[in-house]
């Protein structure tokens, strides 16, 4: 356990249907990155937040999803209207301030039938 | 596209000897690298890291090569175990000037370990 929790650990969704999962970094970092993986590839970078601004965002990162962190605490990732594309494991990781380590969470694994 | 690539998808080893796990990388300004182990439905567990200005770091039963020249990472585990059996990613990151410390990942190799 590193810390780092993720909820729900799954989840089931029809297409169409919007999904919200939640990381809690651990809690003195004030670094957080989402990621997302698919069977047997890494995971891919999705977004990045330093405290609560997200200075970063992926390609991947399509109209349908978006990703807040209000208090710079907590972070959610939203995505609207699912597709069977968006299944995947959607991976959080969060690093200290002055760290490069990144601490990652178990993982939302997502499935959209 | 991004670029780092791992040679082997699959390695088996027996237990008790040594495994090489190998990674190459295409970004020469990549300048910090880490290895993770993943192990079946769970996130990325951070094995062992080493900065660009390095060529080996060891941990407990781990080593990490690095070859610049080569653009070559590699992860060493003596005397493997069961327990070692998992996906090993490594990943890249680039300068934060460029990409906020983000992380590159390279596809995975299976570790699997018989007796």
């Known amino acids: 356990d590193t810390g780092v929790s993720q909820n729900p650990r799954h989840k089931i969704t029809k297409r169409g249907q919007n999904v919200t999962f939640r990381c809690d970094p651990i809690?003195?970092?004030?670094?957080l990155y989402w990621y997302r993986q698919t069977l047997g590839q890494g995971p891919e970078f999705l977004t990045y937040?330093?405290?609560?601004?997200?200075?970063?965002k992926s390609r991947l990162l399509s109209d349908r999803f978006s990703a807040e962190r209000p208090k710079g605490s907590f972070s959610t990732l939203e995505i609207q209207r699912t597709e069977q594309g968006d299944s995947a494991m959607y991976l959080c990781?969060?690093?200290?301030?002055?760290?490069?380590?990144?601490?990652f969470g178990p993982g939302t694994r997502l499935t959209v039938t | 596209g991004e670029s780092v690539g791992l040679h082997l998808p699959t390695l088996s080893v027996q237990e008790g000897d040594n495994s090489i796990i190998n990674c190459a990388y295409s970004?020469?300004?990549?300048?910090?690298f880490i290895w993770y182990k993943q192990e079946s439905g769970k996130g990325p567990q951070f094995i062992i890291d080493?900065?660009?200005?390095?060529d080996k770091r060891q941990g407990q039963r781990v080593t990490v090569l690095l070859n610049k020249t080569v653009k070559h990472l590699s992860l060493q585990i003596a005397a493997t175990q069961p327990g070692d059996s998992a996906v090993y990613f490594c990943?890249?990151?680039?300068?934060?000037?460029?990409?906020?410390?983000?992380?590159?990942f390279g596809r995975g190799t299976q570790l699997t370990v018989w007796p």
């Open positions: 809690s003195e970092h004030n670094r």
């Open positions: 970004n020469s300004a990549s300048d910090y």
């Open positions: 990943a890249e990151k680039r300068p934060r000037g460029s990409t906020l410390g983000r992380l590159y």
């Open positions: 937040f330093q405290n609560e601004a997200q200075l970063e």
């Open positions: 990781a969060s690093i200290a301030r002055r760290g490069y380590e990144q601490y």
């Open positions: 080493i900065r660009s200005n390095m």
